[in-house]
């Protein structure tokens, strides 16, 4: 079993900047993907970015594409999100996830860090 640990969050002033951390441990750690989402109060969880464990592509939400960067540290089984520019609607709790090989969907979820934007 992997576990997913993120921190990070915090309060910020808009124009800010952030970065995330999510760190896994458990069993050998091989993903197909890691991925970030977050939930807004009153609002569904939604997709943010995603990064292959592999060859380290990525892609992005249109809402933080130019502000946001995702990466990975393979030797430290880490992903992380910076994250610049925050605006007052990026707060909401943020979750780091992963998806392992030949599964269609993340199928192991971090318990999630709340990032403020004060306006």
């Known amino acids: 079993q992997v576990q997913l640990v993120e921190s990070g969050g915090g309060l910020v002033q808009a124009g800010g900047s952030l970065r995330l951390s999510c760190a896994a441990s458990?069993?050998?750690?091989?993903?197909?993907?890691m991925g970030w989402f977050r939930q807004a109060p009153g609002k569904e969880r939604v997709f943010v970015a995603r990064?292959?464990?592999?060859?380290?592509?990525?892609y992005y939400d249109d809402s933080v594409k130019g502000r946001f960067t995702i990466s990975r540290d393979v030797a430290k089984n880490t992903v992380y999100l910076q994250m610049n520019s925050l605006k007052p609607e990026d707060t909401a709790v943020y979750y780091c996830?992963?998806?392992?090989?030949?599964?269609?969907?993340?199928?192991?979820w971090g318990q999630g860090t709340q990032v403020t934007v004060s306006s």
């Open positions: 990064v292959f464990w592999g060859d380290g592509g990525t």
């Open positions: 996830a992963g998806q392992s090989r030949f599964v269609g969907t993340y199928d192991y």
């Open positions: 458990g069993r050998t750690f091989s993903p197909d993907k």
